[in-house]
């Protein structure tokens, strides 16, 4: 039998939500282990090792040292995987990007604000190759299950092209607008199932833009038709797709 | 490596006639914790330590920044994403903190089901703390892997658990990680009652596994050092019950006080040789968590959690920092108890649907504080006419821990000067294991060679519709 795949994962600034996420496949994530050796996951093992294969990459890059890292990761790993909103387009690490940088650093370190070396908060991709994303805040462990198992199989992954809105209609709910509420599933690209509409929320927007996503009809919906504020859209679309040349 | 290996590989390169060398320990980002910190320990040739330290170089991430001039209703999914482990306590005390300052009141079962939510998190939190990250620790290994094959039942028994508590969780907040339905004034989708009957069900068939995950810690007690520490323990306490989520803010060694006061009882200050900020109150510093609840609160606690204490020899006051992955264990116990309690409560008078609630924003100051698995958490706020956040700030029970980690540090090492390597590694990462550190929570960590940093909330200018 060929040696098992080695899987590594990194993070960077982001809450392990993600890598919880994995944790939390519990007895599937043991299955998974019969057919991929674990060398890297430092948040539940002491044990660590730079030989892998499989890189996944969790948080976004808003250091120099960062960059570093990740392309001494990328250097390493045959294929390197962003996993969840922060590492595959910024999440909500860029909302400090529409910011004034010293400001930011200002407000929460004061007087020491210079001995903090930030940058605008970036995606993996902006800095390295990627080679796959698993998007989504935080991603869902079945989508990190499918995407692992193409990656073993020499597939390359592919995701959803269309936007939350279908899957919102197949779950059978009331479209937020309709109730008069703000919403991003129509820009953004489905997955999840509209897991947090039918949780009596609205789409937020983490899994990024569907691509081919209409920003001016969107903007359209929203503002002209209704009513809401460039102000309040302007803020939910800037938590997380602020990685964009889009102008939000 | 596992310990052990470690241990007999130092053995067999410094045999006892060699000349004493110093030793030095430096763990570069320790693992089974949040976040990234590392442990340095210098010992010279003649036994002195030269160095203990506790450092932190986590990527900051301005939380408190960017959610300035940000929507009441936007916050605390933001904040949420401080850390993915506490998402539901960061939740509950943002949302604390914007009804306190826009004067919102919630109704009973609102209450209830928020209790039920903070009670789903510390299971998933401290299940995942004791079960992957702790025990194998005292199972001589490097991760909770191996003992798949050597410990199946137990493990299977934890991960079972474990799957519960994010059962659990999502049923009662929408999502294990970052939840969808808590929302200022209340809930936008409530459990039904068939639910919370399943949820009660649940809880009750886990009893067993929690009987036998203590007894697989009560046949391994002795493995945690034996290393006491008297600190000051301050955590949320009520005369009503076991404080989780709300409360006077308590000491053991100083008088209990509103929440609007934790700044006087956090004190966040500077010292030249630490990574990070640290608090004090009264004692030289203070510790909050598990075993800082268990010290003020043990008396409230639920009769299966007083037994699992008992079983785990946990007793009050106790000083050992170690203990606090026993006093998570026994929280789990009350957790399960006191949730089917609640649940119970609710069938009786009868669960409401709930929709959004409506909400005029104004203008004010709040403050929120909840009991996270970590400890105590404080979110504060001040809002405008429109609802938008002027200053915030957030302290968070990892931070408030440094001060009492280092000071740990300084007591312990000294005890270590005649171990080898290998067992200060394993004995100094314990400790910090134990504090079940969350640094990627830590939104203002400073760094090693600021000498010196003050606070200043800066006026947020927003060019509005
Ligand atoms: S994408 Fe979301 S869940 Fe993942 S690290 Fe970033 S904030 Fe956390
Ligand atoms: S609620 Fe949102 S996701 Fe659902 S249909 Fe309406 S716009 Fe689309
Ligand atoms: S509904 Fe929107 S915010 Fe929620 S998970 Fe799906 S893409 Fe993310």
């Not at chain 1, 294969?53 to 040292?65: C, N, Y």
Request: aromatic residues 6%; neutral net charge; glycine residues 6%.
């Amino acid at each position: 039998m060929a040696p098992k795949p080695k899987i590594a994962f990194f993070d960077f600034a982001g809450c392990e939500g993600d890598q919880l996420q994995v944790a939390n496949l519990e007895e599937k994530l043991l299955d998974l282990l019969e057919h991929v050796e674990l060398v890297n996951f430092r948040e539940v093992m002491t044990e660590a090792s730079d030989d892998y294969d499989i890189a996944f990459v969790e948080g976004s890059i808003t250091r120099p040292e960062d960059e570093v890292r990740l392309k001494e990761i990328r250097s390493k790993a045959k294929l390197v995987i962003a996993l969840g909103a922060c590492a595959a387009i910024g999440g909500v690490n860029c909302m400090k990007n529409f910011m004034d940088d010293m400001e930011v650093r200002e407000i929460v370190y004061g007087d020491m604000a210079r001995a903090y070396p930030t940058y605008a908060a970036r995606p993996a991709k902006a800095v390295v190759h990627v080679d796959a994303e698993i998007p989504g805040c935080p991603i869902d462990g079945k989508e990190f299950l499918r995407v692992t198992k193409e990656l073993l199989l020499g597939k390359p992954p592919t995701l959803p092209d269309y936007p939350v809105c279908v899957e919102c209609k197949a779950a059978g709910n009331i479209c937020r607008y309709e109730q008069g509420k703000l919403c991003l599933g129509i820009i953004t690209r489905g997955g999840c199932g509209a897991c947090c509409v039918s949780e009596g929320s609205h789409c937020w927007g983490c899994r990024g833009l569907a691509p081919d996503a209409n920003l001016d009809a969107a903007r359209y919906v929203m503002e002209d038709q209704a009513g809401f504020s460039r102000i309040q859209v302007q803020d939910l679309m800037r938590m997380y797709l602020g990685y964009t040349n889009a102008p939000l | 490596m596992s310990a052990k290996k470690a241990t007999a590989k130092t053995k067999k390169a410094a045999p006892k006639a060699a000349p004493v060398m110093g030793k030095r320990v430096e763990v570069k980002h320790i693992s089974r914790v949040e976040g990234h910190g590392n442990i340095v320990v210098e010992i010279d040739a003649k036994n002195k330590v030269k160095a203990c330290r506790w450092e932190v170089p986590e990527a900051p991430r301005f939380f408190e920044a960017m959610i300035l001039g940000k929507s009441y209703t936007q916050i605390h999914q933001i904040v949420s994403r401080i850390c993915g482990i506490c998402s539901i306590g960061h939740q509950l005390c943002s949302i604390q903190a914007t009804e306190d300052a826009m004067g919102i009141m919630v109704s009973d079962q609102t209450v209830r089901l928020r209790k039920l939510a903070l009670h789903g998190e510390n299971l998933q939190s401290h299940l995942l703390h004791v079960a992957y990250l702790a025990l194998p620790d005292l199972m001589g290994v490097g991760s909770v892997i191996p003992l798949a094959q050597t410990h199946k039942k137990e493990l299977l028994t934890l991960i079972g658990l474990h799957r519960m508590a994010n059962e659990f969780s999502r049923a009662t907040t929408g999502r294990t990680t970052h939840p969808q339905r808590l929302v200022p004034g209340g809930f936008t989708k409530v459990p039904t009652e068939a639910e919370l009957r399943d949820m009660k069900k649940m809880l009750e068939d886990s009893i067993p596994g929690l009987e036998a995950a203590s007894d697989l810690f009560a046949s391994v007690v002795d493995k945690l050092p034996n290393f006491t520490r008297e600190t000051e323990y301050v955590g949320l306490v009520s005369p009503a019950e076991y404080a989780m989520y709300w409360g006077e803010v308590g000491s053991t060694m100083d008088q209990a006080r509103p929440a609007i006061y934790y700044k006087d009882i956090t004190n966040e200050y500077m010292v030249p040789q630490s990574t990070a900020k640290w608090t004090k109150n009264k004692g030289e510093s203070l510790m909050v968590g598990a075993l800082a609840r268990f010290n003020l609160n043990h008396k409230r606690l639920s009769p299966l959690a007083k037994g699992i204490a008992r079983k785990l020899g946990l007793k009050a006051p106790c000083h050992n920092p170690y203990y606090n992955n026993l006093a998570q264990l026994v929280e789990c116990a009350h957790s399960v108890e006191d949730s089917i309690r609640l649940i119970d409560e609710m069938l009786n008078s009868g669960i409401k649907s709930e929709t959004e609630p409506k909400i005029t924003p104004r203008a004010g100051k709040g403050v929120g504080a909840v009991e996270v698995p970590r400890g105590i958490l404080f979110h504060a706020y001040e809002y405008d006419d429109r609802g938008r956040i002027l200053n915030a700030d957030c302290v968070i029970p990892t931070n408030q821990n440094h001060a009492n980690i280092q000071k740990d540090f300084e007591a312990l090492v000294p005890t270590l000067v005649d171990e080898d390597e290998a067992t200060i590694e394993l004995k100094t990462s314990m400790l910090v294991r134990a504090y079940d550190p969350c640094i990627s929570c830590s939104t203002h960590f400073v760094d090693m060679t600021s000498a010196r940093e003050e606070r200043r909330l800066v006026k947020f200018v927003r060019v509005d519709d």
